[in-house]
């Protein structure tokens, strides 16, 4: 199978346009790697590169640790799937499936049978004599896959191959092609910039802006502990709360955490007390999701902020309430979250987990 690695890989297009941005990126064997941005934040410049579709101007690429700068795309071991599938309209289902076998001289007993296994991996082997016109959608993309794997290859390259799909079928097939491909065990750059198919599909995610690599992680450490708070407005919906907060130690027996009219006292033993100590007389942006704050009682004691609901917003399985706690708006949600790693279980808590410490900002913290 394959490994990719980029190494300070920059790309200016003549225009002067800077593309990518000295992007270092591995992608293990095996791997699910989902290139995750806006539009025009470079991930398919990253994709073509690695394709060898595009060269890159500074900067290595390596595959399977051997330098594929100079390496033509054909001698790469890759499979390009794009958005909108690129079949061959003239041709059956079959022969669009069996044509990169055609192209590199394979016999046509050998061929058909091929076809015929791939088809029924993929659940479209009653349609191999149809052309693509008389297929569904998803069935034009089963087919696209089916041209992909046919040639059993390293690597799979996957530029939107859904956006061109309904919502539903969408869901149904991002689900069907991350479980072919790590079944096939094939290593996949999947482009996106549709985070719940990054989140849903990745073992893990890279978030691009403007050409620069933002964060690398699973799904879970990038939606929890973004590396940057760029990433942590773009994933999740409702976005993050971001709290900006002045740190003060208080003779190593509690931390108070300044939030402009309101102050959070965390007593040391309380391990966010410990995350956040160290950020003496700084201040911070900490980042809380909605699912991490509980409403309480006014009246409960201990480290609560009073806020005023603004209003509530009911979605089915959860509802949102709009929170201002002085002047900095929050979203929770309602319901609470499942309990946190590193808060305690006592329960009346207003902010039940603390969060995730993002940026410092500068100047000096007021207690
Ligand atoms: P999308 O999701 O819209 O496809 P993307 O994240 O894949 O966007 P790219 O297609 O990689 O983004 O483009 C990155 C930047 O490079 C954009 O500003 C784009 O306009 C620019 N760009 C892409 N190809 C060229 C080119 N051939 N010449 C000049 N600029 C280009």
């Not at 509802?319 to 201002?324: C, G, N, P």
Request: with cysteine.
């Amino acid at each position: 199978m394959t490994t990719v690695a980029l190494k300070d890989v920059t790309k200016v297009f003549p225009d002067g346009t800077v593309a990518v941005d000295n992007v270092n990126l591995d992608v293990a064997d095996g791997e699910f790697m989902v290139l995750l941005g806006p539009s025009g934040c470079g991930k398919s410049t990253v994709l073509r590169m690695v394709a060898g579709l595009e060269d890159p101007s500074s900067g290595a690429i390596m595959l399977d640790g051997v330098l594929a700068n100079q390496l033509a795309p054909r001698d790469r071991r890759i499979a390009m799937v794009f958005q909108d599938f690129a079949l061959y309209p003239h041709m059956t289902v079959g022969d669009n499936i069996g044509f990169p076998l055609r192209l590199s001289g394979v016999e046509p007993q050998p061929r058909q049978e091929r076809v015929a296994d791939v088809a029924a991996a993929l659940g479209i082997g009653d349609v191999l004599a149809r052309k693509p016109s008389q297929l569904s959608g998803g069935q034009r993309q089963r087919v696209a896959m089916g041209r992909a794997i046919v040639r059993r290859p390293g690597l799979f390259l996957m530029d939107e191959p859904l956006s061109n799909l309904d919502s539903g079928l969408r869901a149904e097939l991002r689900a069907e092609i991350s479980g072919l491909v790590h079944e096939l065990g094939v290593s996949t750059i999947y482009v996106t910039h549709d985070q719940a198919e990054a989140l849903t599909m990745a073992d893990r995610v890279a978030i691009m802006r403007k050409g620069v690599l933002q964060d690398v992680g699973t799904p879970t450490q990038v939606y929890g502990k973004p590396a940057t708070l760029y990433v942590a407005a773009f994933l999740g919906s409702p976005r993050m709360n971001l709290l900006e907060a002045s740190v003060y130690v208080h003779l190593d027996r509690y931390v108070q955490l300044n939030l402009g009219e309101q102050s959070l006292y965390l007593r040391w033993d309380d391990i966010r007390a410990r995350a956040v100590s160290h950020y003496h007389g700084e201040r911070i942006v900490v980042g809380v999701r909605a699912e991490a704050l509980m409403p309480v009682a006014p009246d409960t004691p201990g480290d609560v902020l009073q806020g005023r609901i603004r209003y509530l917003e009911h979605h089915g399985h959860e509802s949102l309430a709009f929170v201002d706690i002085g002047a900095t708006a929050v979203v929770i949600d309602e319901l609470g979250g499942a309990p946190a790693e590193g808060t305690d279980e006592n329960g009346n808590r207003g902010l039940r987990r603390f969060g995730h410490v993002l940026s410092r900002l500068s100047g000096r913290a007021t207690p």
